[in-house]
C-alpha cells in the first residue's frame, strides 16, 4: 500500500503517516521541515533554511549540515528514493504537497473562496471551516527565532481575521446566542483585539443583555486604559451609546466628513498579511508606512486598506497624492492648503506661513476620527507637518524611499508579489478559465513580469484587450528582453516609465553604478563589488550600492555566511538598467571579474588538492575568512561569472577561474557544478590552459567512477604539459593514468605510470606529488600482497607530510594506513587510523572523502563484530551517496550491509544489487568483490555449488587486477 503524507502546522508540528502521527524527534529536522511547509510548494533558499536553523551568523559548515539534514528529513519520510516530497533546487529545496495533505494549504483555500462566496451563509460556513482547522498557536513548539518573527505571527493574524470575519457573518446572520461563549473565550484570551470586545458587546446587545454589554464595554475600556493608555475606538463607543439608549438597531458609522479616497481596487488579491496588520494597526491609530521600489502596488494597497477602515474614521478620510516620483514634488504648504480646505477651511482663512498651517491643521484635527492617506511621499521632510498631531486618527503613507527618520512610524516593507498571489492576480483579471488552460503560460508571464503588481496589471490589460490571443503569444513577446517594456506598457500603465522615476533622482555616478550592476549576472552581490566596477575604494562603493538601495533600485538580500550584507537586483530592475546601458558589458565588467579571479586564485591556494597542485604563486594572503567558507558564500556568483565571461569572449578569464574554482567543487562534491564550468571553460579556452582543464576534467571523471573517461583525460592533459615543457604538469598527467590503472585493476600499468610521476615530481620540486604517488604505491602493494613494502611506502608518506606540515597528505597517509592494518587483521589499529583520517575530512570540509572512509571504517567495524556502530557509519554514506549519485559507493554499501543482513533472502537480495550494479561500472575489482559477496551469500541460503563458483570468478577477476591479498583472504575464507 502506497504511503499517504499529511503535515499539520496551525497548532503543533504534525506529521501523518498513512492518517497515523508519527514523531520527528530531531528539533532541527522540525525547523527544516517547518520552514519547507511554510512555503510548500515553492523553492526555499538555502540562505534562508541556515537562518531558520542557526540563525543569522551560520557556520561555516552549515550548508554541508544543511543538506545532512534534508538527507534525514527524506529518510523519515521515505522519500530517499522517488524524491517526490522534498525536492532539490539549484537555490535550495521545496516540498510538494496537495491541498489536502497540508491543513495551511486547506485553509488558505478556504479563505480564498470565503472572499469569493456567493451569499453570506456560504461564507460563513467556509470561515467556520477554516478556524476549525485550528488546534493551537501556529508552529508550537518549533524552535526559530525567525520563524516565530514571521511566519508564526502572520499566520496567527490570520487565524484571528478569519475568526472576526466569521464572527461579523454570524452575528449578520442573527446568530448572536451562538456565539456568545467563543466570544467571551477570544477577549480573555486577546484583550487587546477591540473587535472582539465589540463583536461580544453586539451579541449580548442584540440577545437583550443590556447590563452585560454595559459590562464588557466597562471591561475593554479598563483593560485598554491600562495596557496601552488609549480609549475604546470610535465603533466600540458608537454601539456603547446605542446601548445606553437601549435600540436594538444593527449599529453603523455614519460618515461626517470628506471622502478623497480613489475607487477601491477591484481585482486586488493577496498581501494577506500585510493587509491584516494595516488595517489592525490604522484602527488603532498611529502612523502606518507602505515602502518599496516603484510598481510594487503601494498605492494598491493604501487605497484597499483604507476603504478596509473606512467605518473606523467616520469623520472623513483625506487622501493627497504627494507627487514624490516627479521632479516636482507637493510642498508641504501646497499640501496644507489643500488639506485644510477639505476640512473646510476657507481660503481667505488659512494662514500664510507653514507653522501656522501645521497648527491649525491639527487643531481641526484634534477630535475628529479622520484618516489621512499620503500616497507618493518624497521623504521624511515633506510628511512630517501633515501627520495629525493626535491619537483619535490615523496616517497612511506610501514612499518608495525607506523614511527610516520618521519618528513612531509603523513601516510596512512591500516586496513583489509571492508567486501565489501573482497568478491569482492574474487569474483575477484575465479568468480563470484562461488561466486554467495554459497553466505554464501564466506562470511564464508571472516569471517574465518578475511578479510586479504594476507589471502584472499592464500583462492581464493587454489579454483582456486581446480577448483572441493566447496566453503563451504574450509570454513569447515578454521572453525578449528588448521588447519587454514595450509590451509592458499600455494606456496610463507604464512599467519603464514607473523605473525611470527612481533612476531619474539620481545623480550621474549613482546611474552609472546602477547600469553596472545591471550587467552583471549575478543572482546577488556584496557592496565591493562596486569598486572595480565603478572605479572606487570600498567605502565609496558601499556609499553608491546604499544609496541604490534608498533609491528602491537594489534591494538588501540579507547576510551570507561570512557576515557581508548582500544585495540584489529585481529581475525587471535588471532589464531596465541594462536597456539604460550603453557601456560594452566586456570591457565595462572586466576590472570586476579580474578581481574575481584575484580572489578566487587566493582562496584556491588555501584549499586541499588531490590529483593536481597549480604550481605555487607569489599571491597575496587570502585575508576574507575561511577559504572555504568564501567559496562556500559566492559560489553562486562564481559560476554566474564564468558562464558570462565565457558568453563575452573573456574566454582567458573564464578558464582561469574556472581552474581555480575546480579544487573547491572537488572539496564540496560539487560534480555538476565542475562538470559545466570544466565545459565552458574547454569551449573557450586559450591553447595553453587546455592540460589544466584535461586534468581536473579526469579528475571529476574519476571521482565519478567513469575510469575509460578519465584515463583519456589524462593521457591528453600529460601530452599536453609535455609539449609544453610543463614538467610539473606532466607528472600530474602520469599520476592520473596510474590512478586510473589501479582502479581498473592493471597494477603493473599503474606502478610503471607512478614511476613516471614520481621522477618528474623530483625534478619539479614538487613533495606533494611524490606524496601523492607514495600513497598509491602503498595500496598497490597492500592489494597485491605486499604488506611490508605498503607499509613502508605508507610511512615514508607519512613522515614526508609530517615535515611539510600538509594536512591533507597526511590524512590519505594515515587512510591508507588504516587500510593496511585491516589487511593485517590488527583490526583496533585499523579503527583508530580510519577515524583519525575521518576527523580529517571532516576538518577539511571534504563530504566526498568522508563519505568512502565512513565505508573503509565500517569494513572493520563488521570484521570486529561491531554491527550496529558499523551501521551508524553506513547509514552517513548513505545519504552522501544518494544525494550525488554515487553509484560506486552504494555498491560498497549493499556489499557490506549484505554481510549484516539478518536473514539469507536479504543477504542475497543486498549482494545481487551490488553485483547488477558493479558489472556495467568497468572496474574488474568492484566486480570481483561483488562475486565474492554474492558467493557468501548463497553460501549462507544453503546453495553451495552455486557459491563456490561465484567464488572461483572472484578469484580469477581479482587475480588478473593484481589484487593477490583479496584472493588470499578469500581462499582462506572459503577453504
Not at 452 to 472: D, E, F, N
Not at 560 to 576: E, I, K, M
Not at 678 to 707: E, K, T, W
Request: hydrophobic content about 45%; aromatic content about 6%; proline content about 4%.
Amino acid at each position: 500500500m502506497q504511503r499517504r503524507w499529511g503535515f499539520r502546522v496551525l497548532g503543533s508540528l504534525q506529521v501523518i503517516d498513512s492518517g497515523r502521527v508519527v514523531e520527528l524527534r530531531s528539533a532541527k529536522q522540525r525547523v527544516l521541515l517547518a520552514a519547507l511547509l511554510m512555503k510548500a510548494n515553492a523553492p526555499v533558499t538555502s540562505y534562508e533554511l541556515m537562518e531558520h536553523l542557526w540563525g543569522e551568523e551560520p557556520s561555516g559548515a552549515a550548508r554541508a549540515t544543511l543538506q545532512t539534514y534534508v538527507m534525514r528529513l527524506r529518510q523519515s519520510l521515505d522519500d530517499l528514493a522517488d524524491r517526490k516530497l522534498v525536492r532539490t533546487w539549484p537555490t535550495g529545496y521545496s516540498i510538494h504537497l496537495e491541498d489536502d495533505q497540508l491543513d495551511l494549504l486547506t485553509f488558505q483555500r478556504l479563505r480564498a473562496e470565503a472572499r469569493r462566496a456567493p451569499d453570506l451563509e456560504t461564507e460563513a460556513r467556509l470561515l467556520g471551516e477554516a478556524a476549525a482547522l485550528w488546534r493551537g498557536p501556529a508552529l508550537d513548539q518549533v524552535s526559530s527565532l525567525r520563524m516565530e518573527q514571521t511566519d508564526v505571527q502572520r499566520l496567527n493574524e490570520q487565524r484571528w481575521e478569519v475568526l472576526e470575519r466569521r464572527n461579523d457573518a454570524e452575528l449578520q446572520l442573527g446568530r448572536h446566542d451562538q456565539i456568545v461563549d467563543e466570544l467571551r473565550s477570544l477577549v480573555t484570551e486577546h484583550p487587546l483585539r477591540e473587535r472582539f470586545w465589540y463583536q461580544l458587546m453586539l451579541a449580548l446587545h442584540r440577545t437583550g443583555q443590556q447590563a452585560q454589554a454595559l459590562d464588557v464595554y466597562r471591561r475593554a475600556s479598563e483593560v485598554l486604559a491600562d495596557e496601552l493608555g488609549i480609549d475604546p475606538n470610535a465603533e466600540l463607543r458608537a454601539l456603547h451609546m446605542e446601548v445606553l439608549a437601549g435600540s436594538s438597531a444593527p449599529v453603523a458609522a455614519v460618515q461626517t466628513g470628506p471622502s478623497w479616497l480613489p475607487p477601491a481596487v477591484g481585482d486586488f488579491s493577496g498581501r494577506a498579511a500585510e493587509v491584516t496588520r494595516l488595517t489592525a494597526g490604522l484602527r488603532s491609530g498611529g502612523t502606518w508606512t507602505i515602502t518599496g521600489p516603484g510598481g510594487v502596488g503601494k498605492t494598491s494597497l493604501a487605497v484597499h486598506c483604507a476603504h478596509a477602515v473606512r467605518d473606523t474614521f467616520p469623520d472623513g478620510q483625506l487622501y493627497l497624492n504627494l507627487r514624490g516620483g516627479e521632479q516636482k514634488p507637493v510642498e508641504p504648504a501646497a499640501a496644507l492648503d489643500r488639506l485644510l480646505r477639505g476640512l473646510g477651511v476657507s481660503g481667505g482663512a488659512i494662514p500664510s506661513t507653514v507653522e501656522d498651517r501645521v497648527d491649525l491643521y491639527r487643531d481641526l484635527l484634534s477630535d475628529r476620527r479622520i484618516l489621512v492617506v499620503l500616497d507618493n511621499a518624497v521623504n521624511e521632510a515633506q510628511v512630517r507637518p501633515l501627520l495629525p498631531g493626535t491619537t483619535s486618527g490615523a496616517a497612511l503613507v506610501t514612499s518608495r524611499a525607506a523614511l527610516a527618520g520618521l519618528e513612531a512610524a509603523h513601516v510596512v516593507p512591500l516586496d513583489v508579489l509571492p508567486s501565489t498571489d501573482a497568478l491569482a492576480l492574474l487569474r483575477a483579471a484575465v479568468g480563470e478559465a484562461r488561466c486554467a488552460a495554459e497553466p505554464a503560460a501564466a506562470q511564464e508571464i508571472v516569471t517574465y513580469c518578475g511578479k510586479l503588481p504594476l507589471a502584472l496589471r499592464v500583462a492581464a490589460a493587454r489579454l483582456v484587450a486581446r480577448p483572441h490571443w493566447q496566453l503563451s503569444k504574450l509570454a513569447g513577446r515578454l521572453s525578449d528582453e528588448r521588447r519587454r517594456f514595450d509590451e509592458l506598457s499600455l494606456g496610463d500603465l507604464d512599467v519603464r516609465a514607473s523605473l525611470a522615476l527612481s533612476y531619474d533622482g539620481l545623480d550621474e555616478s549613482h546611474r552609472t553604478a546602477f547600469r553596472l550592476l545591471s550587467l552583471v549576472d549575478t543572482p546577488d552581490f556584496p557592496a565591493w563589488v562596486a569598486s572595480p566596477l565603478l572605479g572606487l575604494d570600498l567605502d565609496d562603493a558601499e556609499d553608491h550600492v546604499e544609496a541604490l538601495v534608498d533609491a528602491r533600485l537594489v534591494d538588501y538580500a540579507g547576510r551570507d555566511a561570512l557576515g557581508q550584507v548582500r544585495y540584489r537586483l529585481h529581475d525587471l530592475l535588471r532589464a531596465f538598467g541594462r536597456e539604460a546601458a550603453s557601456e560594452d558589458p566586456a570591457v565595462a565588467l572586466r576590472p570586476l571579474f579580474e578581481r574575481w579571479l584575484d580572489l578566487a586564485t587566493r582562496a584556491d591556494v588555501e584549499l586541499p588538492h588531490q590529483g593536481v597542485r597549480l604550481e605555487p604563486l607569489a599571491v597575496e594572503p587570502f585575508d576574507l575568512g575561511a577559504a572555504d567558507e568564501w567559496f562556500d558564500a559566492e559560489w553562486l556568483n562564481v559560476h554566474a561569472v564564468i558562464t558570462q565571461a565565457a558568453a563575452l569572449g573573456l574566454g582567458s578569464l573564464a578558464a582561469s577561474l574556472a581552474i581555480r574554482s575546480a579544487a573547491f567543487c572537488d572539496l564540496r562534491a560539487r560534480f555538476d557544478d565542475w562538470s559545466q564550468i570544466n565545459a565552458l571553460a574547454l569551449s573557450c579556452v586559450p591553447s595553453g590552459l587546455r592540460p589544466m582543464l584535461f586534468q581536473q576534467r579526469g579528475i571529476l571523471r574519476a571521482r565519478l567512477h567513469d575510469y575509460a573517461a578519465a584515463s583519456a583525460d589524462f593521457q591528453a592533459a600529460q601530452e599536453g604539459f609535455a609539449a609544453a615543457g610543463d614538467v610539473w604538469g606532466e607528472a600530474y598527467g602520469w599520476y592520473g593514468q596510474g590512478w586510473m590503472h589501479e582502479w581498473s585493476g592493471r597494477s603493473l600499468e599503474a606502478r610503471a605510470a607512478h614511476r613516471e610521476a614520481m621522477a618528474r615530481f623530483v625534478v619539479a620540486g614538487n613533495p606533494h606529488g611524490e606524496i601523492e604517488v607514495l600513497c598509491s604505491l602503498g595500496a598497490i602493494e597492500r592489494r597485491a600482497g605486499g604488506l611490508v613494502a605498503a607499509q613502508e611506502y605508507l610511512e615514508r608518506a607519512q613522515r614526508v607530510a609530517s615535515e611539510l606540515g600538509d594536512e591533507q597528505s597526511s590524512l590519505m597517509a594515515t587512510l591508507e594506513l588504516g587500510r593496511l592494518h585491516q589487511f593485517t587483521g590488527e583490526l583496533a589499529e585499523s579503527a583508530a587510523f580510519l577515524r583519525s583520517s575521518l576527523a580529517a575530512a571532516q576538518k577539511l570540509g571534504d563530504p566526498d572523502l568522508a563519505a568512502n572512509i565512513r565505508l573503509f571504517l565500517a569494513d572493520t567495524l563488521v570484521r570486529s563484530g561491531q554491527d550496529s556502530l558499523a551501521e551508524e557509519q553506513l547509514r552517513q554514506a548513505w545519504e552522501f551517496f544518494e544525494e550525488h549519485d554515487d553509484r560506486q559507493g552504494r555498491i560498497w554499501v549493499w556489499r557490506l550491509r549484505s554481510g549484516m543482513a539478518a536473514s539469507a533472502d536479504e543477504a542475497l537480495e543486498l549482494a545481487l544489487l551490488a553485483l547488477e550494479q558493479a558489472r556495467g561500472m568497468g572496474s574488474p575489482p568492484e566486480f570481483g568483490r561483488s562475486l565474492r559477496v554474492v558467493g557468501n551469500a548463497l553460501e549462507r541460503a544453503g546453495r553451495g555449488d552455486e557459491a563456490r563458483e561465484h567464488w572461483r570468478l572472484a578469484v580469477e577477476t581479482l587475480t588478473a587486477a593484481g589484487f593477490q591479498a583479496e584472493v588470499d583472504e578469500l581462499r582462506l575464507a572459503t577453504s
